[in-house]
């Protein structure tokens, strides 16, 4: 991130403490290079409001910071739960805070699932709708997986993003990421899992949370799925996030070296796809293919990572900042192109295999 930019941030945060919003859109505009729709995917119906103008009132009320992906998800229909399976809601509380979360249980049983996956929606979104839009219950149900969707608070964030990008939430132990191996740990222990049969996937802020999660506690998840994310450690306050989604930034994060599956949408205004190599890094073996899938071309790339891990790159041409393959029961979903939860439930299927 360059220095003008830092400091156009630090400067609008400055004038909307002292009450001037006004001058204050001016700056994050110009900061932005007068394009104040840059962060913008879709229609704004829902609220009439861009991106921006929601920072500004974040910003206002001085709380955690959160792009607010147009489209608010919170009205998703009822999640439908086939005979024999549940869908409940629980409550985590451990020594970093607490969270509540739903829980898919297959209707396999609890004594025959094979393992979980930890689902982190995106800004806006809450764990209905993303169940609803990423239709990961039907998969899980197919291959008898637990599937566990932490809810964000406003409290914790005004715009209900995970904090990937806070310092307070970077480290091992301690925040989001503790609070969310907290939770996989806890069901891992009740249903009696085996060691590798854990996993975490988001999008967005999710997917970078994920991301975290990976490098943070590979002793916990077995592998992530990173959806249009960050790398982790890509920004540390709230002028290095928006330059770290843009594309830009010093640090640019660091990349992988657990087992890892990364999709991004090449026309992605919200989060650049050059976020996507940065989470990979250099990957090593590479074997590079490409395919059509619903009308979408993806660019695969899979190899390994620098410490002999699988990893596997999905760069989908036309897609935006969207769940590629979704249903539009949810938010922020692209019904074309590959069905991104089948490719991570393979994934995954294949570290426990190992």
């Not at 049983?109 to 996956?117: N, Y």
């Amino acid at each position: 991130m360059n220095d003008e930019f830092a400091t156009a941030m630090r400067r609008s945060l400055d004038l909307t403490r002292a009450g001037n919003l006004t001058e204050a859109t001016r700056q994050i505009q110009e900061a932005l290079g007068g394009n104040a729709a840059a962060f913008d995917t879709a229609p704004k119906a829902d609220t009439g409001r861009s991106p921006l103008g929601k920072t500004v009132d974040d910003l206002r009320k001085r709380s955690k910071f959160g792009v607010k992906m147009p489209g608010a998800g919170l009205g998703a229909k009822p999640v439908a739960v086939p005979e024999g399976a549940s869908f409940e809601t629980r409550q985590y509380n451990g020594p970093q805070g607490a969270r509540a979360y739903r829980l898919y249980v297959p209707s396999c049983g609890a004594d025959k699932v094979r393992g979980l996956v930890v689902m982190l929606h995106g800004c806006t979104q809450n764990p209905e709708d993303f169940a609803a839009g990423t239709t990961m219950n039907t998969h899980a149900e197919a291959h008898d997986l637990l599937v566990a969707y932490p809810e964000q608070t406003r409290g914790n964030n005004a715009n209900l993003c995970w904090n990937w990008f806070e310092p307070g939430h970077q480290a091992a132990g301690r925040g989001e990421p503790a609070i969310l191996a907290g939770i996989a740990l806890e069901i891992a222990t009740e249903f009696k899992l085996p060691e590798r049969r854990v996993f975490a996937a988001g999008l967005s802020a999710g997917g970078a949370m994920a991301a975290l999660l990976g490098a943070l506690h590979p002793e916990t998840f077995s592998a992530v799925g990173v959806h249009s994310g960050l790398p982790p450690k890509a920004a540390q306050d709230i002028a290095s996030a928006f330059a770290a989604m843009q594309g830009s930034g010093q640090g640019q994060g660091t990349a992988l070296e657990c087992p890892a599956i990364i999709f991004h949408g090449l026309a992605d205004h919200t989060v650049a796809p050059v976020n996507a190599g940065r989470i990979t890094g250099t990957i090593l073996a590479a074997e590079r293919t490409t395919s059509t899938e619903k009308g979408r071309r993806c660019q695969i790339t899979k190899g390994e990572t620098t410490a002999a891990n699988p990893i596997e790159l999905w760069l989908i041409e036309g897609a935006g900042h969207a769940w590629s393959g979704g249903s539009a029961a949810g938010s922020y979903t692209d019904t074309g192109g590959p069905d991104a939860s089948a490719e991570m439930i393979r994934f995954f299927n294949a570290q426990m295999d190992t």
